[in-house]
T-cell receptor
Framework: GAGVSQSPRYKVAKRGQDVALRCDPISGHVSLFWYQQALGQGPEFLTYFQNEAQLDKSGLPSDRFFAERPEGSVSTLKIQRTQQEDSAVYLC????????????FGPGTRLTVL | GDSVTQMEGPVTLSEEAFLTINCTYTATGYPSLFWYVQYPGEGLQLLLKATKADDKGSNKGFEATYRKETTSFHLEKGSVQVSDSAVYFCALKPGSARQLTFGSGTQLTVLP
């Protein structure tokens, strides 16, 4: 079936605007991860869901970042009052069954804050 | 904390050349180790993995051996192709963790 999809693929925001990034995991995948990838760097963990429960949000850089997965499938990462340092690629990954299985990544959303 | 250090790029090779991308790690316990590849415009894809010391992961002609004594997981390929041009990421996952910890990535360009 289809892989992990993310939308939009590109987002330009003015500083101070709120943005919402969407992730559609592979159908039936229980676990979902968000990562942030700054230019020239590797991805860094933001948060993790198992079904609709957010079990780990230790990587969220500030309280301006909020993620949800209300029905245990689609997830949204919201960033309030965007700052220039939020410019990055935001990656979503999902796993079948437990969180220790292989993570399948989406293509990412490139966020540019002007 | 846990961390991964990769050789810095970019790396440029001619087709059929031998490839090595170095990766060392710092972790508590016994992590699983991974190499991911990111082709232009695409998401990260798992290339290979190893879950315990002395394991060798292999895929598409790429190999890496989990060396606990040197805390290394170097990626090798005997003969690269133009289609191997991509960014390669080394990553680890400690046994107790769910998320991956990545290195900074190495850009590989293979010229015909």
């Amino acid at each position: 079936g289809a892989g992990v999809s993310q939308s939009p693929r590109y987002k330009v925001a003015k500083r101070g605007q709120d943005v919402a990034l969407r992730c559609d995991p592979i159908s039936g995948h229980v676990s979902l991860f968000w990562y942030q990838q700054a230019l020239g760097q590797g991805p860094e963990f933001l948060t993790y869901f198992q079904n609709e429960a957010q079990l780990d949000k230790s990587g969220l850089p500030s309280d301006r970042f909020f993620a949800e997965r209300p029905e245990g499938s689609v997830s949204t990462l919201k960033i309030q009052r965007t700052q220039q340092e939020d410019s990055a690629v935001y990656l979503c990954a999902s796993t079948e069954g437990g969180s220790y299985n292989e993570q399948f990544f989406g293509p990412g959303t490139r966020l540019t804050v002007l | 904390g846990d961390s991964v250090t990769q050789m810095e790029g970019p790396v440029t090779l001619s087709e059929e050349a031998f490839l090595t991308i170095n990766c060392t790690y710092t972790a508590t316990g016994y992590p699983s180790l991974f190499w991911y590849v990111q082709y232009p415009g695409e998401g990260l894809q798992l290339l290979l993995k190893a879950t315990k010391a002395d394991d060798k992961g292999s895929n598409k002609g790429f190999e890496a051996t989990y060396r606990k004594e040197t805390t290394s997981f170097h990626l090798e390929k005997g003969s690269v192709q133009v289609s191997d041009s991509a960014v390669y990421f080394c990553a680890l996952k400690p046994g107790s963790a769910r998320q991956l910890t990545f290195g900074s990535g190495t850009q590989l360009t293979v010229l015909p």
